[in-house]
């Protein structure tokens, strides 16, 4: 560790002029010190005097005698608190500005001597001090009040605490050091309240906490114990030569240790590859006399010596320094530790290990983005919103490649693995597979940091990361995956045709736009799953920065979507050249830049409805509606009012989503929700003048939710509304004036209103009068009276309807009204329910006929089988004739079967052309009836054009017709075949005839040769011999 003395910061008095405590602020922009007089003087980060106060007496009416004996900041660097020996400890609240204004906001009284002081880091509201008497206190912020965490016999020497905060030591005046651990949600350990760490040899005034646990005092003895109490090492100094050690402080990492002697101070160092400390050797500083305080600065390089007779001095901390590239100073002030400054500006941030691992490389990307290696991790950095990450890593430097297109993600692509980091998150954000590293092909959208919640006291808050983290990649070069990064769950898979050669989310995530090798561009829904083709070719395409309007170019058109909600309305604008970039300034104009060539010309995009998006997202629904009715009414802004109206419904903006139905030319909707506004107003009105009246929302009111409730269609639920506040008659005339009467009479017997009966009468004779006999039917039948309503239900044309009464209610009625019922299905051609009818009532017989009237046969066989089984088969057959004349002949077959009618189930095979099925039935039958030889026949001939010869020449012969089987043969040149046939079946002389008429034909066709193969078959060499002499 190299200290080079930068600045002195007040000099050194000539008398005793002890500086009680030095502290440097969390954030690096303050140092405190607490000199003799009881002031504290604030120094900025560069050691310019800024601004002092006066600190208080425990009793203002007394006089200042106190001491200060300890002081420091609170770690959000807002607060300043300070132990003064009488009895008192007091927290200042600074604020964050030189010019913020400072006050006491806590005092913490006690009954002895306050000795020491700490703040542990990420405590916001609990400081830690020690008292004469031996006792640990935590003092609370939010209560003003204290707690003793452990108490001991001797008197608090010195408190430290650990750099994670969750963990503190103190020491004794006998020598002892205990230690105290806080559970991990902050709250103080009860199940062992503390442990005496060790019993040092000499009362251990410089205490400290780093790597490891450091006491040293009067015996010039630096001792190193590790959290458990056993004793790593120690440095033995003469008393001659160091008289004493003052105080200790531990650099930020932990790993570099200052103690303060006389005239000097030591410097120590901790190795991490021995796991050793080492003496890296003393500083002298002659007359500076005793060491009284040492300060640390947060980030680690800077550290304020301050003595015994008021001198205050800084030093610059650091293990080696370089620059980068000239652009970047790299200081590092630990082997875990590297401040990185820029040249240019002077802006730092502190690249720090949280694991203690030593960094090995460090890089800048872009001018912009920090990567460093260690031996097992991986930091990443981005200069401009200072925020740091440091996640697992194996691999070995060097081989990964980093892509920094997105300002809040950054991608390492390692051995065929995409992995996520975002900034400020010290854990991998995602990991996806793929092969398709373009930045073109990759779009990962984080939704931004919302503000930092805190408690009543200001104090942050520690919230559950809610925020959408999406991804969009290519698993292959025609399959986009989206995948939510939170839950490391798809939320879709989109499939193409072609290959994709670029993609990209909206901000929100909510929408995916993709182009193919084609050039075609789609937008993809991931909410509802559904795509959309915007153009059929694109050139250019790009969402406009912090928004949700797309611009992309077709040719000679320039094509933007205000509300991509409604993909078919698209503003075109006709432009020369190509798009190259779109452009929005912080003024608040939006650009597209388009080279034509010879120079490049800026069309400007509407900004009102650009904002109108950006108003939307951030729920600025009044903003939203101001804009829109800046515009001229056009397809895109219709599009936006009706999305708009949406969204002001379900949020409960009903003045909003009026206005919104206005503009869109609803009327209806419109003057509903004017009504219900009204009935708010007068709800708060009347709320107010009661006595007791306070703020009230008027959309609470009954009134109001009902009404909501009728406009969004649920109508029994504003009927609970209106019933839960006794308001019957109110939600009987709502039923009444949707004209559901039945709904109103049910509601009325259902509360025994008074007028039920009345109502349920007028509204019986009102449907018989305007003919709706089948709901004055259906009133009848839940009254049971059954003769009114089979009554009714035939007087209006639906026997089916009085059919099922009698059926299922076995009502007893007269045998003139089930002819009826009969009778009007009959009419009304509804044969089945008219057979239905019969078969309930046992009238089987004109339950057989009604169903073959209507076709119903398979309820008429079934029918039959049971009652009339001799029936069937003229059944089966009327089934089989129907079957054919709806052209349904192949299920005839069976029918026909079952019928006995083997000759129609035949033909209908035949008909068919199932001629399997027409063997089978044609060779159960007699094969000598001419009937059957008929369709041997036709089989025969069947087989023949299949070319099935053996099938064809076996039917030939059982119908007969051998001298068929013969040509057939004979047409195919199979003459062995023809002559065998022939030779079985027919004489000399037939067979003799047949092939000299054969012959003949051959030979008139010009086949010569079959036609003397014919001729000397049969003996007849003459024949053949004038043939050729013929010919």
Known sequence: MQLRCMKNLQPAQPTLARIAASTWSPNNKRLAIADHNRFVHLFDENGERRDKFATKAADPKA???????????????????????????????LGLDWGDKKSICNKFQQTSTVTSLCWPNGRYTDLIFGVADGKVKMGFLKTNKSQTLYSTDSY?????????????????????????????????TTAVTHAKLAHHPCVPYA???????????????????DRMGSQLQHFDYPMTEEKEFTCAQFNPSGQCLIVGAWNKFRVYTYNPRTAKWEDAGAKPVPNMYSVTSLGWKADGSRLVVTSLCGAVDMYDACIRRYRYKGKFEFTYVSHSTVIVKRLSTGTRIVLKSQFGYEILKVNVYQDRYLVAHTDTTLLMGDLVTCKLSEVQWNSSAGHEKFFFDNPQVCMVYHAGELTLVEYGRNDILGVCRTENISTHLISVRVEEDHAQAVDIDGMPLVEEDKRKKTIAYLIDRQTIRILDLVTQAPEATVWHTTKIDWLELNRRATKLLFRDKNRQLFLYNIATQERSTLLNFCSYVQWVPDSDVVVAQNRGDLCVWYSIDTPDRVAIVPIKGQVEDIERTPGGKTEVVVDEGVHTVAYGLDEALIEFGNAMDQREYERACHLLEQITLTPETEAMWQNLSQVALQEGRMPIAERCFAALGDVSKARALNTINDLAARAEQEQKSQPDGGHYNGYTHYTVRSALAILHGEFK?????????????????????????????????????PQADSLKDKYFEWLVEQGQEEKAGEMREREQRYDEAINLYLQGG??????????????QVRSQMLEAIASSLMKAGMYEKAGDFFERLNMDERAIEAYKKGHAFRRAVELSRKKFPGYVVTLEEAWGDWLVSQKQIDQAINHYIEGNQYVKAIEAAITSRQWAKAVQIVDTQDPNDPITKKFYKLIASHYED??????????????????????????????????????????????????????????????????????LKVNEPDLAIHMYKKA
Request: hydrophobic share 40%.
């Open 63 to 93: 006089a200042k005698t106190y001491v200060i004996r300890g002081m420091q900041f609170s770690p959000d660097s807002t607060k300043l608190a300070i132990a003064q020996s009488d009895n008192i400890v007091f927290v200042y609240k």
């Open 156 to 188: 608090v020497v010195a408190i430290a605490a650990s750099a994670d905060g969750l963990g503190i030591v103190s020491g004794h005046l006998d020598g002892s050091v205990y230690r105290y651990f806080f559970n991990d949600d902050g709250t103080a």
């Open 207 to 225: 205490l400290a906490w780093g790597e490891h646990i450091v006491a040293c005092g009067n015996d010039c003895k630096v001792v190193f114990y």
């Open 717 to 753: 639920k504003a009927e609970q509304i209106l019933v839960e506040q006794n308001k019957v008659e109110e939600a009987m005339a709502m039923w009444e004036e949707l004209h559901r009467f039945d709904e109103s009479i049910e509601l009325a017997a259902a509360k025994g209103h």
């Open 798 to 811: 639906l026997p089916a309807r009085a059919a099922l009464v009698v059926t299922t209610k076995h009502v």
């Open 946 to 1015: 299949s070319r099935q010869h053996a099938e064809a020449e076996k039917y030939y012969i059982k119908s007969g017709l051998r001298q068929e089987a013969v040509e057939m043969y004979t047409r195919n040149n199979m003459w062995e075949s023809a002559h065998r046939v022939a030779k079985m079946y027919m004489s000399e002389q037939e067979i003799a005839a047949l092939y000299i008429n054969q012959a003949q034909q051959l030979e008139v066709s010009g086949k010569y040769k079959e036609a003397e193969r014919l001729y």
